[in-house]
């Protein structure tokens, strides 16, 4: 993806590509989520916006990252009911989860091959296959015993 695309003097420009009105709070979430180019939650998304507009409301976030989701601008990625993170990356890709951490970054669709995918209803086409690989780093066997102990 072209990121030079996303600075912040033509956010409006890439805003209105996608259909979108251009307003300050929605560049301003744009900016949030294109400047670091990462995987944010609609919170982590309200603060950045907040440290330097503290007007912008949580119901504004979540309403903007809905529509910039339905624009094709950005990519809601839902690793469990209860996380939901927001990324700027639409091209094709998949996502490892740390479920400790609580970090999620890319794996390239090149390196991961989809095989054996179900007969598709007539009238009916793929429009997108989500992996997500959740993973923890291995507990060593001390840490292991305490906790069955508890």
């Known amino acids: 993806m072209d990121m030079t695309r996303h ?28 400047a670091r180019f990462e995987h944010l ?21 979540y309403n903007t990252l809905n529509l910039f989701v339905q624009r094709g601008l950005i990519r809601e990625v839902i690793v469990d009911p209860s996380k939901v993170f927001y990324d700027p990356n639409t091209q094709p890709h998949y996502h490892i989860y740390d479920v400790r951490t609580g970090r999620l970054a890319d794996i390239d669709a090149d390196s991961v091959r989809v095989t054996g995918l179900p007969d598709l209803p007539p009238g009916m086409v793929t429009e997108g296959v989500d992996i997500i690989l959740r993973v923890r780093s291995a507990a060593p066997e001390s840490e292991a015993a305490v906790q069955g102990a508890a």
Do not use: K, Y
Request: glycine fraction near 6%.
């Open 41 to 61: 939650s609609a919170d982590q998304i309200l603060a950045l916006v907040n440290e330097g507009h503290p007007e912008t409301s949580r119901a504004t976030v």
């Open 7 to 34: 600075s912040r003097s033509n956010l409006a420009g890439v805003l209105r590509q996608h259909g979108i009105n251009p307003t300050h709070q929605r560049i301003e979430i744009a900016r949030a989520l294109f």
